[in-house]
């Protein structure tokens, strides 16, 4: 059965860093990534890796935060820094399975507010 579990959400104010992290497993993967949905907005890309090591960014993150991972682990880690109020949203790990399916984790509240 394939699980995928974040953790690492909280309450942060401006400027702050926090750490997301995404672990799954059940099958092997082939990408991991983090989206974002805020209030009335469309889930949307913040970044993924893939096992190569291949990396797409969010425009709105570029710079700013860095994504990371441990294949052995099946684990998938967002740093976040210099946070601001529209980074605030529930933040989704997707993983790629290699036989093509993709699976969500429940996802994990970030909000940036002083």
């Known amino acids: 059965q394939v699980q995928v579990v974040e953790s690492g959400g909280g309450l942060v104010q401006p400027g702050e860093s926090l750490r997301l992290s995404c672990a799954a497993s059940?099958?092997?993967?082939?990408?991991m990534g983090w989206y974002r949905q805020a209030p009335g907005k469309q889930r949307e890309l913040v970044a993924r890796?893939?096992?190569?090591?291949?990396?797409d960014y969010g425009d709105s993150v570029k710079g700013r935060f860095t994504i990371s991972s441990d294949n052995a682990k099946n684990t998938a880690y967002l740093q976040m820094n210099s946070l601001k109020s529209e980074d605030t949203a529930v933040y989704y790990c997707?993983?790629?399975?290699?036989?093509?399916?993709?699976?969500w984790g429940q996802g994990t509240q970030v909000t940036v507010s002083s």
């Open positions: 997707s993983a790629h399975a290699w036989i093509g399916q993709d699976y």
């Open positions: 059940g099958s092997i993967f082939t990408i």
């Open positions: 890796i893939d096992s190569g090591g291949s990396i």
